[in-house]
């Protein structure tokens, strides 16, 4: 097998913008949470896809908190940045925010953590680049995602010997 590649996180980080229409919230104008979930998952999964450079699934959605909510109107972003990799694993944190198209008033809205694995041909987990960090913030994001990843494993196999 040839040696894994390395790219940065710059190399796969994307912003994904959709303006909120009335279709995407309910009656008080507040996009649905479901709605915000799936586009997250898009997001974090084009990030994972251009990282792993195959096809990717969710396999993990670490906890969402809504701090405020996203109204009918505003454009709404999804920046996604890979912050972690094991050996078919890609872990993605994804910042949402809301912006006010007239104003530029921009809300952080809720953030998520999301992991992928990347898929061969035949479907089975497989290897992905390393990830090269470049940057202070992102080898203090690293360390943070190995804990969390420590934290998943040790919650599985807890789950498994029940």
């Known amino acids: ?32 949470g479901g709605h915000v979930m799936k586009l997250v998952d898009e997001a974090g999964g084009i990030a994972a896809m251009r990282h792993a450079q195959r096809p990717c699934v969710t396999v993990a959605m670490d906890s969402m908190t809504f701090r405020s909510p996203v109204h009918v109107g505003e454009l709404m972003s999804c920046e996604a940045f890979v912050t972690f990799v094991g050996h078919s694993s890609v872990e993605v944190h994804v910042i949402v925010r809301a912006e006010n198209p007239i104003s530029g008033a921009t809300t952080h809205t809720n953030s998520a953590t999301l992991v992928y694995v990347a898929l061969d041909d035949a479907g089975r987990p497989c290897g992905v680049p390393r990830l090269r960090l470049e940057r202070e913030d992102e080898r203090l994001r690293w360390r943070e995602a190995e804990r969390r990843q420590e934290q998943r494993l040790a919650e599985t196999r807890r789950g498994s010997s029940g």
Do not use: C
């Open 1 to 32: 097998m040839p040696a894994r590649q390395e790219k940065t996180v710059s190399d796969s980080r994307i912003i994904m913008h959709q303006l909120m229409m009335p279709e995407h919230a309910n009656a008080l104008g507040n996009v649905h």
